[in-house]
């Protein structure tokens, strides 16, 4: 297998394109790190990203869109009004783990997802290029640091069929806020980049669960 290539912004798209749609993985800038992006309804390479982590495949992926209508064709239900303030926060480092209409592979058989739209926008404009969702699970294996410069991604991506976006150094810090639909009601998960324990924009105060 040859070594990860680099894509510069401004390049083709059509080999990245061509990359996801034979299961190969896109290691693409966060707003703090790296992480790994397939196609979610690939199985092999969401399989494959659980092996590049050396992690157990239960815990589902977190996926990316670029906006909300592509979230909702994934098959991610938005629909509760209490999601609405939230959404409208996007985008922003800001994870929302709602429900969906159909199984996914990202989702290893729960019937919920993990989504947002990302707060760094060459990754968004690459969502609307290729036109399609992807996870972007944190670059690292299971345990270790998380990646925030490219050159890092050369060994951990070695082996694999694999493209490295080159965004730059990436300020690594905290990552996403995770806010889940709980029975009507939104409940912090894990507290990251978005305070929401003081209310603000229209959005009110949540506690941590």
């Given at each position: 297998?040859?070594?990860?290539?680099?894509?510069?912004?401004?390049?083709?798209?059509?080999?990245?394109?061509?990359?996801?749609?034979?299961?190969?993985?896109?290691?693409?800038?966060?707003?703090?790190?790296?992480?790994?992006?397939?196609?979610?309804?690939?199985?092999?390479?969401?399989?494959?990203?659980?092996?590049?982590?050396?992690?157990?495949?239960?815990?589902?992926?977190?996926?990316?869109?670029?906006?909300?209508?592509?979230?909702?064709?994934?098959?991610?239900?938005?629909?509760?009004?209490?999601?609405?303030?939230?959404?409208?926060?996007?985008?922003?480092?800001?994870?929302?783990?709602?429900?969906?209409?159909?199984?996914?592979?990202a989702a290893?058989?729960?019937?919920?997802?993990?989504?947002?739209?990302?707060?760094?926008?060459?990754?968004?404009?690459?969502?609307?290029?290729?036109?399609?969702?992807?996870?972007?699970?944190?670059?690292?294996?299971?345990?270790?640091?998380?990646?925030?410069?490219?050159?890092?991604?050369?060994?951990?991506?070695?082996?694999?069929d694999a493209?490295?976006?080159?965004?730059?150094?990436?300020?690594?810090?905290?990552?996403?806020?995770?806010?889940?639909?709980?029975?009507?009601?939104?409940?912090?998960?894990?507290?990251?980049?978005?305070?929401?324990?003081?209310?603000?924009?229209?959005?009110?105060?949540?506690?941590?669960?």
């Open positions: 297998m040859p070594p990860p290539w680099i894509w510069h912004r401004g390049e083709p798209i059509e080999p990245l394109r061509e990359l996801l749609r034979r299961g190969g993985v896109v290691a693409v800038p966060t707003e703090s790190s790296y992480g790994l992006a397939v196609d979610p309804l690939n199985s092999d390479a969401v399989e494959t990203v659980y092996r590049i982590k050396g992690r157990e495949a239960s815990k589902p992926l977190l996926v990316v869109v670029c906006d909300r209508a592509q979230a909702e064709r994934l098959g991610a239900d938005l629909s509760d009004p209490t999601l609405q303030p939230l959404t409208e926060l996007w985008p922003a480092a800001l994870t929302l783990l709602v429900p969906l209409r159909q199984a996914i592979p290893q058989g729960s019937d919920r997802i993990a989504l947002r739209v990302p707060d760094n926008e060459l990754l968004r404009q690459l969502l609307r290029r290729l036109d399609m969702p992807l996870t972007a699970t944190s670059a690292n294996r299971s345990g270790r640091p998380a990646i925030c410069s490219p050159d890092e991604l050369l060994d951990l991506l070695s082996g694999y493209a490295i976006i080159d965004g730059g150094r990436l300020p690594g810090g905290p990552p996403s806020t995770l806010v889940a639909l709980e029975k009507g009601r939104l409940q912090i998960l894990r507290q990251g980049r978005v305070d929401l324990s003081k209310p603000s924009a229209g959005v009110e105060a949540m506690e941590t669960k």
